[in-house]
């Protein structure tokens, strides 16, 4: 492909997986470049309103990682949302121009299936049997289980290392503390407990 330069890359037109939807839906089409802080602003200033009973997120490529992180921030900023996920590919046609036409190089299109992923949330009720159906709460289970795993590891790694009582008490060669002037500062402690002066 050293010969060619990418001209255009065109997404073909792939409908909104999710049926029945009313046409006023906000869908936040969430790319590589865009700002969670900009996405965040619209869609929880959408979603704290009584009228809106629905949001659907969407990306496509790179944006899959950051799509489901939007997701997730709103889930916690407006409790109570179901949630139905799908996974599906879209369509991209890339159009190659060769970089000298004289060379008698034919353009070339270039079809790709790109990984995308469609969120619904929605403050109503949805179907429990649909595949991807998430009721709400659920990342609260999951957040816990992240935390108690966490807190269990760290208790294992303080036994390990000898944390909390009589560890190892800092010494060095030949028994003798590495602390400087630790003897002198038990022979001031021993004076101040038998009420010596210093």
Not at 176 to 182: A, E, R
Request: glycine share 14%; aromatic share 6%.
């Amino acid at each position: 492909m050293e010969n060619y330069r990418k001209a255009r890359t065109v997404e073909l037109p792939c409908p909104p997986p999710f049926t029945g939807l009313p046409p006023d839906t906000p869908e936040v089409k969430v790319k590589d470049g865009s700002k969670i802080r900009n996405l965040m602003g619209f869609a929880i200033g959408r979603m704290e309103s009584e009228a809106a009973r629905h949001i659907l997120f969407s990306g496509t490529g790179k944006a899959v990682a950051k799509t489901i992180s939007c997701v997730e921030i709103l889930k916690r900023r407006v409790k109570g949302l179901h949630q139905l996920t799908r996974l599906l590919y879209r369509h991209i046609e890339e159009h190659w121009e060769p970089l000298v036409p004289e060379a008698g190089l034919d353009t070339l299109t270039v079809k790709k299936n790109v990984p995308a992923i469609w969120v619904l949330l929605s403050k109503d009720p949805l179907d429990t049997a649909e595949p991807g159906y998430q009721a709400p709460g659920c990342f609260d289970t999951l957040w816990a289980q992240a935390v108690e795993g966490e807190a269990g590891q760290q208790g294992q790694r303080r036994k390990r290392q000898g944390g909390g009582t009589g560890g190892g008490g800092g010494r060095g060669k030949g028994g003798k503390s590495s602390t400087p002037n630790s003897g002198c500062q038990r022979e001031a402690l021993k004076r101040h407990q038998s009420g010596g002066a210093p």
